[in-house]
Nanobody, 121 residues
């Protein structure tokens, strides 16, 4: 079994920063990548960022590139999403995922419960 637990969400003003964390436990060694997705109010879940387990490959949604940074700390089985220059349109529930390297949700087998990020204007 695999468990993913996100933390770090909250309320922040536009222009502010947050760092999300996702700790993975269980049989994670067969998975090649971790990713972050988000679902805003009334919207479908969308890709935000992905990173390979080695950290050698990363991908970002175009609208977050340059503002968000994904990183991984394998010793702690933890992936991070540093979010800077936040905008109200970044408001969403953020989910971490574990699976194959992909920008599509179908590539991931395991999901966390989500953490709310709210950006006020």
């Amino acid at each position: 079994q695999v468990q993913l637990v996100e933390s770090g969400g909250g309320l922040v003003q536009a222009g502010g920063s947050l760092r999300l964390s996702c700790a993975a436990s269980g049989r994670t060694f067969t998975s090649a990548a971790m990713g972050w997705f988000r679902q805003g109010p009334g919207k479908e879940r969308e890709f935000v960022a992905a990173i390979s387990r080695t950290g050698g490959m990363t991908d970002y949604k175009a609208t977050v590139k340059g503002r968000f940074t994904i990183s991984i700390e394998n010793a702690k089985n933890t992936v991070y999403l540093q979010m800077n220059s936040l905008k109200p349109e970044d408001t969403a529930v953020y989910y971490c995922a574990l699976g194959t390297y992909s920008t599509y949700a179908q590539g991931y087998d395991y999901w966390g419960q989500g953490t709310q990020v709210t950006v006020s204007s």
